[in-house]
């Protein structure tokens, strides 16, 4: 396993991934080139003793919203997202094995034979011995994101801190799909993401986040080494927390 002599700045982390993120360069369902490179990323946090647990999304398969505006019922769709989240945690743990990672599916919906029922006494003895917990099937509940799951599950296991891996660097001024002159933030406060509607996550996973004082940082899973580099304390993507900004509010 790779390993550095770096030391990490959290003993517990939580990785929320987005569905999308595992597509790479496909326009559905699983790239295997990309879950090797996040197998890979994993294995150095796990490699310098970080505890890793995860939350994976779903929307490389399905999502509830998008099935609802095609006619199917709204709980259905967010049924099938879920279910899709529990296929893409299975994907990452075989991607994790054959790293020679030891990882762990719990599901928030029991599906017996296939993976571990969500049980938090247990996913804290694993995290603790160094297995990698993969959180699926979200909340266990629609209407709800799998970026909610992530900020719940990071509270719950006590993590230092949720990463909020994206396809941007991190949180801008407006979105830098839409507006290339968006400038970066290097720090913001919970509220000021509520209070500008800064489209970084939703509503209620930042208000859980706040309402629990969980760091969130948002990074950029696409640039190789990011991961690695935030965990040791690097100056990657826009943190989130509740304190006032000291220094220089924007990255350059
Ligand atoms: N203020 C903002 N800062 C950064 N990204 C933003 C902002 N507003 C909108 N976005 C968009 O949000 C996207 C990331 O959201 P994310 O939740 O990771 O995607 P998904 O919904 O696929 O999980 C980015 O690709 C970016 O285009
Ligand atoms: O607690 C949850 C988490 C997810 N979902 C459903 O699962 C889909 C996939 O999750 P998400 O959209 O958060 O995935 P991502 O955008 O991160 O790929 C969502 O659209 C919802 O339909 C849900 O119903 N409850």
Known sequence: MPSTEKQSKYK???????????????SFGIDSNVL???????????GIGVQVGMVIGGGNLFRGAALNAAGLDRVTGDHMGMLATVMNALAMRDALERSNINTRVMSAIPMSGVVDHYDRRNAMRYLNQGDVV??????????????S????RGIEVEADVVLKA??????????PVKEPTARRYRHLNYDEVI????????????????????????????????????VVG????????????VGEKYAE
Do not use: W
């Not at 993969?134 to 970026?147: H, L, M, Q, V």
């Not at 994206?166 to 979105?175: E, P, R």
């Not at 800064?198 to 706040?210: E, N, P």
């Open 234 to 245: 690097g100056d990657e993507g826009t943190l989130i927390d509740c304190s006032e900004t």
């Open 134 to 147: 993969i959180f699926a099937a979200g909340t266990g509940n629609p209407f709800f994101t799998t970026d």
């Open 166 to 175: 994206t396809k941007v660097d991190g949180v801008y001024t407006a979105d």
């Open 12 to 26: 517990r982390i939580l990785l929320k991934l987005s569905g999308e993120a595992l597509m790479g360069e496909e």
């Open 36 to 46: 090797n490179r996040m197998a890979l990323e994993i294995g150095q946090l796990v």
């Open 149 to 152: 799951a992530a900020c719940l």
């Open 195 to 230: 209070e500008q509607q800064l489209g970084v996550m939703d509503l209620t996973a930042i208000c859980l986040t706040r309402d629990h004082n969980m760091p969130v940082r948002v990074f950029n899973m696409n640039k190789p080494g990011a991961l690695a580099n935030l």
